[in-house]
Nanobody, 124 residues
Framework: QVQLVESGGGLVQAGGSLRLSCAAS????????MGWFRQAPGKEREFVAT????????NYADSVRGRFTISRDNAKNTVYLQMNSLKPEDTAVYFC?????????????????WGQGTQVTVSS
């Protein structure tokens, strides 16, 4: 069992930066791939980024590649999403998710555990 708690969301102007954190409980974190997803009002949840269990492999949605960076600290049971050059279209609730396997995935159905989400609002 893994419990996930996101933090770091907020209101930021376009062009600004935020760093999201996702703290995980449970002994399986270091063996789990992690992902970030987001959901804007009236839209389906979409993939943002994923990272393998050891942090060696990452993947990003085209819409955020080059602006966002996913990372993890297994000693702290935490995964991060550094978001730079934010745009109004990045406004959404951001969720972290865990899957108890080594490789990350861009498909939400591949994840077993989800956090409650943190709101990110980017003003123009």
């Amino acid at each position: 069992q893994v419990q996930l708690v996101e933090s770091g969301g907020g209101l930021v102007q376009a062009g600004g930066s935020l760093r999201l954190s996702c703290a995980a409980s449970g002994r399986t974190f270091s063996g789990s791939a992690m992902g970030w997803f987001r959901q804007a009002p009236g839209k389906e949840r979409e993939f943002v980024a994923t990272i393998s269990y050891n942090g060696h492999n990452t993947n990003y949605a085209d819409s955020v590649r080059g602006r966002f960076t996913i990372s993890r600290d297994n000693a702290k049971n935490t995964v991060y999403l550094q978001m730079n050059s934010l745009k109004p279209e990045d406004t959404a609730v951001y969720f972290c998710a865990a899957r108890p396997t080594w490789a990350g995935s861009s498909r939400s159905n591949d994840y077993d555990y989800w956090g409650q989400g943190t709101q990110v609002t980017v003003s123009s």
